[in-house]
């Protein structure tokens, strides 16, 4: 019948999908274990299309952060404050928090 036929079907499946997930494949032969260190493709020759990220702007983009930042200190200096200044506390465990 077709139901028990797809029920063998299935079972055969899950007990090959168990076999391959439990069963690693076994090395063969007297070859070394691969260990490529592969090299970046500078120049788009052949199937290497030669896309290498570059950061040699990295000093310029650490000095227009530091500027930005600056700015943004300097835009936002004089903060409301609403009365006196308090240190911020923040209990280390819920159980500090509770009152005694």
């Known amino acids: 019948s077709p139901l028990l036929r797809s029920r063998r079907t299935l079972r055969c499946f899950f007990l090959s999908v168990y076999f391959f997930s439990v069963h690693k494949m076994v090395k063969k032969g007297?070859?070394?274990?691969?260990?490529?260190?592969?090299?970046?493709?500078?120049?788009?020759?052949?199937?290497?299309?030669?896309?290498?990220?570059?950061?040699?702007?990295?000093?310029?983009?650490?000095?227009?952060?530091?500027?930005?930042r600056l700015k943004r200190a300097a835009a936002q200096f004089p903060r409301p404050v609403r009365g006196p200044i308090r240190p911020v506390v923040r209990w280390p465990t819920q159980r500090d928090k509770l009152p005694t």
């Open 30 to 68: 007297n070859a070394p274990v691969p260990n490529a260190h592969f090299h970046k493709h500078w120049n788009p020759t052949g199937s290497q299309k030669g896309h290498v990220k570059t950061f040699f702007d990295q000093a310029t983009q650490k000095k227009q952060r530091r500027v930005r």
